[in-house]
């Protein structure tokens, strides 16, 4: 089991911003795959941002259409932890989040999945994220 905390949800007025945090405890996971992901009620669980954290140098940082130039990851690996800062916030953007970790890609391959999440095996409670308009 790998815990994963989360903090930073909240609710904020649109065009406002958020910055979520998700640390891994007691986990090396170097050279894997971390993120975030949401789901709003009666919709599927949608990718938010990934990020490979297997990297000192170059920001592997993979993000969904619906989030991108609005929403930036990063990681702190001496932390363990990963972050989400979120600007220019849409009511659309409300939904519970949720941080996903432990997808390790094969060889040298950097790229973290983004769709739905399926391919990582740890997730966090989830922090409530409600936009007004």
């Known amino acids: 089991q790998v815990p994963l905390v989360e903090s930073g949800g909240g609710s904020v007025q649109a065009g406002g911003s958020l910055r979520l945090s998700c640390a891994a405890s007691?986990?090396?996971?170097?050279?894997?795959?971390m993120g975030w992901f949401r789901q709003a009620p009666g919709k599927e669980r949608e990718g938010v941002a990934t990020?490979?954290?297997?990297?000192?140098?170059?920001?592997?940082?993979y993000y969904g259409d619906a989030v991108k130039g609005r929403f930036t990851i990063s990681h702190d690996k001496a932390a363990n932890t990963v972050y989400l800062q979120m600007d220019s916030l849409k009511p659309e953007d409300t939904a519970m989040y949720y941080c996903?970790?432990?997808?390790?890609?094969?060889?040298?391959?950097?790229?973290?999945?983004?769709?739905?999440?399926?391919?990582?095996?740890?997730w966090g409670q989830g922090t409530q994220v409600t936009i007004s308009s």
């Open positions: 996903a970790a432990g997808f390790r890609p094969l060889g040298y391959n950097t790229r973290c999945p983004t769709a739905k999440g399926d391919e990582y095996p740890y």
């Open positions: 007691g986990y090396g996971y170097s050279n894997a795959c």
């Open positions: 990020i490979y954290t297997g990297s000192n140098n170059i920001n592997y940082a």
